[in-house]
Each structure stands twice: as C-alpha cells, then as structure tokens.
C-alpha cells in the first residue's frame, strides 16, 4: 500500500524529519524485496504512454515528442527483450518490458506508429471508443481549455451538487490552476452523467472554452483499422467512456467493459484480448471490474501503479510505470529504477 504523501500532511518540521526517515526505510525495504523477486524470477516491466506529439501546454503531462520516444524506443530494442502483452511469454533469461499506450489519441497512429514500425518495436494501444470517429474530445481537455485559458473571469464559482458543495476562488491565473487540479482530480471519480453537470455548470459560468481543431483529436476508425492492420500494434479496450470503474454500478461497469469490447471487434474485425482499467489506480476500480474482466474473456488487463510482472501477478491487474517527456538519459534512468519500484 502506498504511503501518503509528505505534502498531504500538515506537519511540524521535526515530524516531517521523521516522515522522510521512515518514508526511506518503507521504499528501501520495498526495493530489497522487488529485488529479492527480480533473483527469485525475471520480471517483465509494462510502460505507458499516452501520446506522441508536440503540446505548447501539456497540464496533464501525457504527450512524449517524437524525437525522445524514437530515442526511448531504440534504447529498448538494444538493451531488452521486448514483448507483445497479448502473447504467451517465453521463460525470461534477461529484462523485459513491454509498450502500451491509453485512450487512442489520433498521434498514437501519425506519430507513435511510423517509429514503432522503423524501429522494430510492438506495442498495445488501448481505446475508449465513445470518442473514435467523432470530433469530441475528452473531458479533462474541455476543462483545460475553460479554466487555463487567458483571459478575464469571475471572481469565484460555485460548484453546486447534491453529494458536493464547493466554492473556489478564482480571479487569479494561480487560483484556476488550484480548481483546475481540484476539479480534475475529484471528476475522474464521477460516472459520466454526473461529471456532464459538472462541466455544463462550468461552462454557464466561464463559457464553453475553445480547443483548437486537432489538438486532441481521437482516432477516426479508418485509422484505427490502419493501427489494428499494422504488425507492430496490438489494440485492447478501454472501456466506453473512459471513466474510473469504481464510481460506477456493476451493470454500468459491465457496460463499460462489455461493450467497449465488442464495438472495437466490430470496428477492426479482430478478437480483443486484453484491457486497460481507465485512470487505474488502484482506488478507480475494484473487485467487480476484475471479475466482470475475467467474465467477459480478457487473458490481460492493466492498470497504473508501479510494479513488476511475475508469474505470480495477476494476469487481470498488471502494474505499469508512466512514463514522461524524458530526454535518453532521464529515462535510462528512471527505467532503472523501475526494477525495484
């Protein structure tokens, strides 16, 4: 289980010094124990990405540039064993990892795929399919382009809802920035409709916002046939909406994960295999999404917290570690770490 973090308590100093102390002691301890597994058993490391592309403002921090994910890829193709996730693994004499990309950006097949293919390398792209083939965008990006925008707005708003009432100030660019993060983080553990009331009561406040034309654009399902037919791209569900599972019922989940899965065979005309909880910590799905996963025929499914893969994990909540816009040595680096993280 994760610790909280430092900055989530409002703590003396003397007691953070001793938060730092046995902060280190619970990581060092973890990491002798990943390493312990690692002897014990090769792992198999699974990384995400979201997007390849170039963003002016990335809040979310999802978007890699080209040139270092073309430099993130040869760096694996020389150093290790790269697998497919919807494969049968072989017995591991060295490290593996494994490349998957969320949500089904349309960058996923202009950028991502050229490189992937170049360079030799497979990957699992999972979609969420409310959006494929339309000019929506997804949530988190309407409220970036209502609430980070510049420009003059109301001195405070108001959030009305029946299991949440709150008021933000809001006249400073860093007061935004405040409802912006308090917003998205508290949005992803909506179901749609309710998230929907958020959004519409932010728009009759601070106007609809304006996202540039492409920016965000998903998949049309032209390219997402020509992702499916490329030797290199494996593609899994990721539900319908693209909403955290846990705020959802059990039969709004079996929705989710049902459906999601069978419009993308329909749309590609291929089996899908394998799954991807949306968000996927471990706090935004739950025992029913793992079992309505197994029932509707998923061999794998992903989450995002960090971890290895051993023969032991479950093959239905398998850990992966994000990774960021690093330069080559930044993310030698911090794949190193992976190993005991």
Known sequence: ????????????DAARTTYRFVRGLYRAGRATGHR????????????????????????????????????????????????????????????AVIITFDDGYADNVL????????????????ISTAQVGTDRVFWWHRLEAMLLRQGEFPSRFELHDPGYERVWMTASPE???????????????????????WLGQLEQWAGPGIVPADLHRLMTRAELRRLAGSPRATVGAHTVSHSALAALTEE????????????LEKMIGKKITTFSYPFGRKSEYNRISVDLCREAGFTRAVANFPGQ???WT?????????????????????LKGFWTR
């Not at 289980?1 to 003396?12: G, T, V």
Request: glycine fraction near 2%; charge should be negative.
């Open 252 to 263: 709004q989940q079996r929705r989710e994960i049902f459906l999601s899965k069978i419009e």
């Open 36 to 95: 312990l597994c690692n002897l014990i058993d090769r792992p198999v490391i699974v990384l995400l990405y979201h997007r390849v592309t170039e963003l002016s403002a990335d809040p979310e921090l999802i978007a890699v540039s080209p040139e270092n994910f073309r430099r993130h890829m040869e760096f694996l193709k020389q150093h290790f064993l790269i697998l497919r996730l919807a494969d049968e693994w072989p017995e591991l004499r060295k490290p």
């Open 309 to 311: 893969v051993h023969r």
């Open 111 to 126: 950028e991502a795929l050229p490189i992937l293919e170049e360079v030799g390398v497979p990957a699992t792209f999972f």
């Open 1 to 12: 289980m994760d610790m909280p973090r430092l900055n989530e308590w409002p703590l003396p």
């Open 175 to 197: 007061q935004r920035q405040v409802l912006y993060a308090s917003l998205g983080m508290r949005m992803r553990r909506l179901d749609p409709e309710r998230r929907e009331s």
């Open 314 to 334: 479950d093959p239905l909540q398998l850990p992966r570690h994000l990774v960021r816009n690093w330069d080559l040595e930044t993310f030698a680096m911090e």
